[in-house]
């Protein structure tokens, strides 16, 4: 077993063990417990990970995988290169942050992130966005601001929605194409761990 662990995010303390395609080529995640608090993690021979795209989408698999496991888990993300020389040093720097990882945990409890992005074909008037927006917030518990980069991007956000929710957005989203399909292109993403809707910083100081 490496020395090193590599963080994907932060549970209610449980035991969890799964074979993954994890960062540095890891296969098998497992947790690390404090306080009532589990550390889902692999080993890795580094804890100077590179941001390769191979490690990034695999960073990304990873907490899909636990977000969806066994009817689906509730997870802190941690942002990518989460690596600690070792157990104990994780452990510290969860004890650090063990308030932040708690009421985030209480936030984001049985909730998954879905993005929507609504592009404007060109082809007519795309109606009342105002109603589509209200639609679309009326299933969700929160949403971040739009971030419109283009001049076709009409809507662009991520919404945090209950998981026994998703079905009533995914409705939303039918109604949304089969009303506006002609003007307006809907891309549907997700599930993904909460990450827009968690801020916790991580020191890097004793990695």
Wanted: without cysteine; charged residues 30%; negative net charge.
């Amino acid at each position: 077993m490496s020395e090193h662990v590599y963080a994907y995010g932060v549970l209610e303390q449980q035991d969890l063990s799964l074979s993954v395609d994890g960062v540095e080529g890891a296969t098998d995640l497992y947790t690390i417990d404090y306080k009532g608090l589990s550390v889902a993690v692999t080993d890795v021979d580094t804890t100077d990970v590179e941001r390769t795209d191979e490690n990034v989408q695999a960073h990304d698999d990873v907490l899909q995988a636990i977000l969806t496991h066994d009817g689906g888990r509730t997870i802190v993300p941690m942002g990518f290169g989460m690596a600690f020389k070792n157990a104990r040093t994780l452990k510290g720097v969860v004890r650090g942050a063990r308030r932040a990882f708690r009421n985030a945990l209480n936030d984001i409890e049985d909730t998954v992130e879905l993005g929507v992005k609504l592009v404007s074909t060109g082809d007519g008037d795309p109606g009342d966005l105002d109603a589509i927006r209200d639609a679309l917030s009326a299933v969700a518990i929160n949403e971040t601001d739009d971030d419109l980069f283009s001049d076709r991007l009409l809507l662009n956000r991520s919404y945090l929605v209950a998981r026994e929710d998703r079905d009533a957005f995914g409705d939303v989203i039918d109604d949304i194409e089969a009303d506006h399909g002609d003007t307006v292109l809907v891309k549907y993403t997700g599930p993904f761990a909460p990450y827009s809707f968690v801020d916790i910083q991580i020191g890097a100081e004793g990695r």
